[in-house]
């Protein structure tokens, strides 16, 4: 499916799940990534004959999904459990196991439209081999995939079944904001055990090594029950669910506890027909503390456990929000979740970033920076408060990963085929790893590493220096579908173009890729000329197109045509570089590039005028007489001031106040702040047409303009944000 009917379907369905998104959190307990569209409540008053096929590996999970589509429904006679030898009657609304339904897949006789509708929660399982003969047999209208955790820990690609699209998403801060899960107050506990030696192996620790420290003695025990009797109100009134790194940790966990005259037992894959027995005396507090492995993480709904305690580090981020969502669920009488994280010192690899990015959510703010502030962008009700030596434990690895050199990364490179079965591509690589494109090309081109790991062979060196410095100074600094859609089309040709066959709008595209690429004329005769020599080198080209794919993938806006009285390829919402736009708006000349700097690019002959804007403006950067006021009042109004010597009587301020009776084009553009967090300069999201409302003042002046598409939500936040009360 191409970008933009990706992107539309994904905007229709972002609709429908902010219109019935309470429904599938109480559907499927944690807050979830909803990969494609679905009405959980109307689809059976709206087509009577719609079949649903609800499919999940758990027997818990199917029970709780049915009888939440009774209540929704009104109706309770709706579905037919297919699990554990029940058979349904007529396979309209099922709610099949997908072991059940694997070992049935060869003799049902339905056709491969009989269901209308197929969810599939845990989705993140769907890569597995169970999994795939569902899929091949039915072709449903509508297949909607549910999980709390889309990033699988083996890092398969789990969205190729979904038009690689994640439709909407309530992450764990959104879901805390509003209140549909219980806070937590999370406490980082300084671990004696040192794990900074212990072997790394296929993404983490080598499970025997951590249990042999664990368990080799007593001492750590005791430090765990001290920490309890710090943090905790009562240790002997607590519902605590304790995760272990082995069966053996969680045994010896369970008996130094009861030694030490705590209730404690624990739970593990070979002791599994006690399960429900455990469960009951764990919910009625004849156990506190149960010790577990994996066995907890999804399908079980205990919603009055108080207390998690993390006594082994958590490699997989899957596993940890699994982990820590087992204690999220609302329950009368809970005020709040206890964490309690034992943090040892821990090898480079071991990702402390991605967890803590995950509890605060997307804020502007470095985590590193987070976590030295002591939170200040947590959720409603939530605290994280790191014991000084945690603290110190995770601050340096975070510091020892931002901060990786071309060595550290070379390494990693080399590695990457023994800590996974994934092959190894940049995409992969960034994945697995959790290393942005930013930090990749500040230490070199991608091919270029992988060529001195010996990953691949050597390659030609012509035009590398130009590419890499495209890549990481200007396309990462960029966000627009058809503006990389425009360049991989030409990389796929090999850059071979013939410009009088281009529209004006591609002519216009192929000036923004030269000065990308080449700066300047660079010696060229043509612009044809100058875009040809850009696919000289094959690899290179292959670098450029698997880049691009990357960038567009994680575009999660619908750019938007402007309608003017000329032609220029930039759409609205879409982020650029200072020269893509005055190239786009023709300011650059192929043999002459534009020595404009200022914030305001006036376009005679297009009788236009560009604003460019930077909220974020400090004396550093700007002079005391250029640090104007620019915020947004409302998403569809913008307060900015002019130059200190505009007057609304005459000349340039009355131009902009009289713009419109004169057919005078005002665009805007903004920018947050000058450079990003990796130090990159940062592109402009082009806001379109902006109409004057009023003003008041003089040199500068202060106008109010008008927009005339509402300015993107993280935008408008960030510019609000921005007004002086």
Known sequence: MFQKEILEKLEAEREIHNRFKNLIVAATGLGKTVISGFDYKNFKKKSPTARLLFVAHRKEILQQAQATFQGILRDNNFGELWVDGSEPEKY?????????????????????????????????HIAASSYRPILTRFKPKILLGLTATPERMDGEDILKDFCDTIAAEIRLPEALNLKWLCPFQYFGITDSVDLSKTTWQNGKYLPSELTKLYTQNDKRVGEIISTLYKYLKDINDVRALCFCVTQEHAQFMAEKFCLAGLKADYLVSSRNELREELRRRFSKKEINYLFVVDIFNEGIDIPDIDTVLFLRPTESLTVFLQQLGRGLRLSEGKDCLTVLDFVGNSRPEYDFEGKFRALVGKTKTPIQKE???????????????????????????????????????????????????????????????????????????WKRLCVLCGEIEDFPQINENEIYRAINKKWLSCSSNSYFQFVISLAQKQFNISLHKLSEEERAMCLMLHFDIWQSSDGFISLEESIKAIGKNMILNEEIIEVLGILIDKIDFLERKINLPYSQPLQIHSRYTRDQILAAFGDHKFDRKSSNREGVVNLESKNTELLLVTLEKSEEDYSPTTLYNDYAVSDIMFHWQSQNSAKPEDGKGQSYIDHQKNSKLILLFIRERNTDEFGNTMGYVFLGLSNYKEHYGSKPISITWELSEPMPPYLWKDSAKMAIG
């Open 92 to 124: 309209d609304y099922v709610f099949a196991s997908v072991q059940t339904l694997k070992n049935k897949i060869n003799s049902l006789r339905l056709s491969e439209s009989f269901y209308d509708f197929i969810i599939i929660d845990e989705v993140h």
């Open 371 to 445: 976590i030295e502030d002591d939170f200040p962008h947590l959720p409603l009700g939530c605290a994280i408060v790191l014991e000084k030596k945690a603290k110190t434990f995770i601050l340096e690895n975070i510091r020892r990963a931002t901060s990786l050199n071309r060595n550290q990364l070379l390494t990693k490179i080399k590695n990457f085929k023994h800590q996974t079965t994934l092959p190894l591509s940049l995409k992969n690589f960034s994945n697995f790893y959790h290393i942005p494109l930013q930090l990749i090309y500040k230490r070199g081109g």
